[in-house]
């Protein structure tokens, strides 16, 4: 029997004891959806999803969605404002600030007993987004504060290559997949490689509005990930 998601937050926000919530998902559903009501599919090759929890000296809730196949990003809530909502069944979160570099504003968080549902816009694409995690695994209560790391850092490995994926204009396109697999296979392994991965995504959510609106320069770097990416291919069989 899975683990009630409702329940369980509304016990964790009234225990002065616990620091933060771990609950773990195996079904992620993420689509964006354009101005013209086209909808995209965003997969993820993850075995599982996580969202933690976690209160702060300054009276506020923060939701951290990990795990997100695009557009990692935190949600903080002020704890009066969730402490009055969490009456209510389903829980319905509208009064909120996005935390992160990357352009969203959020627009709703529906909590129910089985399933955790976020809805947002990305601003300068004019697109809306929606995440749903469901079938909960596991719910973990902590006495103490997690790490920002732990907390917005994916064991796995992040999956947004931030550049490659806005070049290609999509986050699965075989390109994209290819660098994925040359981060996983061969960066990883080695120091430089991992200092270079953490400096990637460090650097380039930072460098996406800067290369949005210049298509010109899209081209070109797409152009080289083609060179690139076929080399890699070779390398890779």
């Given at each position: 029997?899975?683990?009630?998601?409702?329940?369980?937050?509304?016990?964790?926000?009234?225990?002065?004891?616990?620091?933060?919530?771990?609950?773990?998902?195996?079904?992620?559903?993420?689509?964006?959806?354009?101005?013209?009501?086209?909808?995209?599919?965003?997969?993820?090759?993850?075995?599982?999803?996580?969202?933690?929890?976690q209160?702060?000296?300054?009276?506020?809730?923060?939701?951290?969605f990990?795990?997100?196949?695009?557009?990692?990003?935190?949600?903080?809530?002020?704890?009066?404002?969730?402490?009055?909502?969490?009456?209510?069944?389903?829980?319905?979160?509208?009064?909120?600030?996005?935390?992160?570099?990357?352009?969203?504003?959020?627009?709703?968080?529906?909590?129910?007993?089985?399933?955790?549902?976020?809805?947002?816009?990305?601003?300068?694409?004019?697109?809306?987004?929606?995440?749903?995690?469901?079938?909960?695994?596991?719910?973990?209560?902590?006495?103490?504060?997690?790490?920002?790391?732990?907390?917005?850092?994916?064991?796995?490995?992040?999956?947004?290559?931030?550049?490659?994926?806005?070049?290609?204009?999509?986050?699965?396109?075989?390109?994209?997949?290819?660098?994925?697999?040359?981060?996983?296979?061969?960066?990883?392994?080695?120091?430089?490689?991992?200092?270079?991965?953490?400096?990637?995504?460090?650097?380039?959510?930072?460098?996406?509005p800067?290369?949005e609106?210049?298509?010109?320069v899209?081209?070109?770097?797409?152009?080289?990930?083609?060179?690139?990416?076929?080399?890699?291919?070779?390398?890779?069989?």
């Amino acid at each position: 029997m899975n683990p009630p998601v409702l329940t369980s937050i509304k016990r964790f926000l009234h225990n002065d004891q616990l620091e933060t919530l771990e609950l773990e998902f195996s079904v992620f559903n993420a689509t964006l959806i354009d101005n013209f009501f086209k909808m995209k599919n965003l997969p993820s090759r993850r075995s599982f999803w996580k969202i933690f929890v976690q209160k702060s000296t300054l009276g506020n809730v923060t939701f951290y969605f990990r795990d997100s196949p695009k557009y990692v990003f935190a949600l903080v809530v002020d704890d009066k404002y969730l402490a009055r909502q969490s009456k209510e069944e389903p829980l319905v979160i509208e009064n909120f600030i996005v935390l992160g570099a990357d352009p969203i504003s959020g627009t709703r968080i529906s909590i129910t007993e089985d399933a955790i549902r976020v809805n947002a816009n990305i601003n300068n694409q004019g697109y809306h987004l929606t995440h749903e995690y469901k079938n909960c695994l596991s719910i973990t209560a902590h006495k103490e504060r997690l790490s920002f790391d732990t907390l917005t850092k994916n064991p796995e490995g992040n999956d947004n290559c931030y550049i490659a994926t806005l070049v290609y204009e999509d986050s699965d396109h075989p390109k994209v997949n290819t660098l994925r697999k040359y981060r996983n296979e061969i960066l990883s392994h080695s120091l430089i490689g991992r200092l270079f991965i953490k400096f990637y995504y460090f650097s380039a959510p930072k460098l996406i509005p800067v290369l949005e609106p210049l298509p010109v320069v899209q081209k070109k770097i797409k152009k080289a990930l083609d060179v690139f990416t076929t080399k890699l291919e070779r390398k890779l069989k």
